[in-house]
């Protein structure tokens, strides 16, 4: 069965105070990882995908990477406008290849 | 181009009384999906619809729920005989065919009193 986990539960940082969101996960074969931001009552907004070992993917602040084992979201000199909920899910190459399976996601908060 | 619609936004429903939480997917595509997303927990996925079939509903709860995917309409997820265990969000997605990864909607926030 697929797993992911992510840490920290929660993440409050600075204006401009970098740091990285971490993303362990257990899978089948990785067909896809991916990063979704979710704002407070609002659907998941996809980030990234990412596909195999070594892959790096920018995004204005934000940069996402692979490895074997865990995928890490970086975010550089973060702005208040950055706080939300980061979520990532592992899709498998297995028969039900369709499936996301998500971590409890990173609940980040960035003080002005 | 609009997203993936989802309504009502909110539904608040007394135990014992049917829920239905409508999905119409992004145009031109023909593959919807229902996460759940329980209060402290991640998503998990519900089911999975192509147009008038169920694909996978292996993550559906056997009793009390159902979904269709009509060939004209929006994807229906029904939850007959709520209890205050219903009460999460409830997110729809949808792809253009088995591609790696999906949209979502807003979510439909159903809460059971």
């Known amino acids: 069965e697929d797993q992911v986990t992510q840490s920290p539960e929660a993440l409050r940082l600075q204006e401009g105070e970098s740091s990285s969101l971490n993303c362990s996960y257990t899978v089948s074969g990785l067909r896809g990882l991916f990063w979704y931001r979710q704002d407070p009552g609002k659907g998941p907004e996809f980030l990234f995908t990412?596909?195999?070992a070594g892959e790096e993917k920018e995004k204005e602040r934000l940069k996402a990477t692979l490895t074997k084992k865990e995928s890490f979201l970086h975010i550089t000199a973060p702005k208040p406008e950055d706080s939300a909920t980061y979520l990532c899910a592992v899709q498998g190459r297995g028969g039900s290849n369709y499936k996301l399976t998500f971590g409890k996601g990173t609940l980040l908060t960035v003080n002005p | 181009n609009a997203g993936v619609m989802q309504n009502p936004r909110h539904l608040v429903r007394r135990r014992g009384q049917e829920a239905r939480l409508r999905c119409s997917p992004m145009k031109g595509h023909s593959h919807v999906y229902w996460y759940r997303q329980l209060p402290e927990e991640g998503l998990k996925f519900m089911v999975y619809l192509q147009k008038e079939n169920i694909i996978d509903e292996s993550g559906m709860p056997k009793e009390r729920f159902s979904a269709e995917f009509p060939k004209e309409g929006p994807s229906i997820l029904r939850i007959q005989q709520v209890v205050r265990g219903d009460s999460a969000a409830y997110f729809c997605?949808?792809?253009?065919?088995?591609?790696?990864?999906?949209?979502f909607g807003s979510g439909t926030r159903l809460t059971v009193v």
């Open positions: 997605a949808s792809s253009p065919q088995d591609v790696n990864g999906y949209t």
């Open positions: 990412l596909y195999s």
